[in-house]
């Protein structure tokens, strides 16, 4: 009798748990196809902010940003020294250029960019502090610049040769 009860117990917990497991598929089919019906999906006039490596709906009629010069070399500096350049850019497409963010590889390397938009045509500057404390030799850093262009990642780049300081030098003996 006992087995009876078991084997019955079992057939019940069985089946209630086919049941939920059923009902998940069934959620998880509606929102594939929720998904995957155009109505649902973001639209170029949504809000939407897309990852940067997905291709927006239209690739040509968007901002571009052209840099007169896209690497800088500040030379020789010795370790310490702070240096700065201006990166000049131009919008030379069709929609104004909102840039969202500039960063580097570090935190010795820090951009300002401009916040308001920069019309098509006109121009704009990216400025690049670069603070050498605690660094040597050759330094290339990169200025990865995301903004709504296609594509939406574009670069400009510092070199910098860092003199090792008298004074690390001799602290180091």
Do not use: R
Request: glycine share 4%; hydrophobic share 35%; net charge positive.
């Amino acid at each position: 009798m006992k087995n009876v009860v078991l084997l019955c117990l079992l057939a019940l917990a069985v089946g209630f748990t086919a049941c939920k497991s059923d009902t998940a598929a069934n959620k998880a089919e509606d929102t594939v196809n929720a998904l995957n019906d155009k109505k649902t999906l973001p639209n170029a006039n949504s809000n939407t902010v897309k990852p940067v490596n997905q291709v927006p709906d239209d690739t040509v009629n968007v901002a571009k940003i052209v840099f007169e010069t896209p690497e800088h070399d500040f030379g020789s500096i010795k370790e310490g020294e702070q240096v700065e350049h201006t990166f000049k850019f131009k919008n030379t497409g069709v929609a104004p250029l909102i840039i969202e963010s500039a960063k580097s590889t570090c935190g010795c390397t820090v951009p300002q960019w401009p916040k308001e938009p920069v019309a098509p045509g006109e121009s704009g500057e990216v400025t690049v502090k670069y603070n050498s404390k605690n660094k040597s030799g050759l330094q290339t850093k990169p200025i990865n610049i995301i903004a709504n262009t296609w594509p939406k990642l574009t670069s400009a780049k510092i070199k910098v040769t860092v003199e090792k300081s008298e004074e690390s030098t001799t602290a180091k003996q």
